[in-house]
């Protein structure tokens, strides 16, 4: 259901400076409350968790629900004091798992 996620992130920084990632996928985000044309409920399907991790280290975490809009974009920042390797994880309520990785060079 969904496609590959796209991902905004520096590939290098200085140490303690605050970097901001942008993230995307392209996902329905059915809510379950919606009715198909012969009046039969659309079952829930949405991606109900987001993890960003640094070096294995989770640094930004976010439960989503079900008023997400469609094709959920979520930024935020993190402020790196080597350099490392980020991983991001979106989880699907039909237990599929999409992810990304992205390196992160920090100088200084």
Known sequence: MASKPRVRAPKSAS?????EIKTLISHKMESGQ???SDGNVIPRQIINHFEARFNGEPFFV???EPA???NP???FYHQP???GEYEFVWN???GSTYST???????G
Not at 15 to 19: R, S
Not at 101 to 107: A, I, P
């Open 15 to 19: 140490k303690g400076e605050v970097v």
């Open 34 to 36: 919606r009715k198909d």
């Open 62 to 64: 976010a439960e989503i």
């Open 68 to 70: 997400v809009s469609a």
């Open 73 to 75: 974009y979520i930024s």
């Open 81 to 83: 004091q080597e350099s």
């Open 92 to 94: 699907d309520d039909d």
């Open 101 to 107: 990785k992205s390196k992160l060079s920090v100088e």
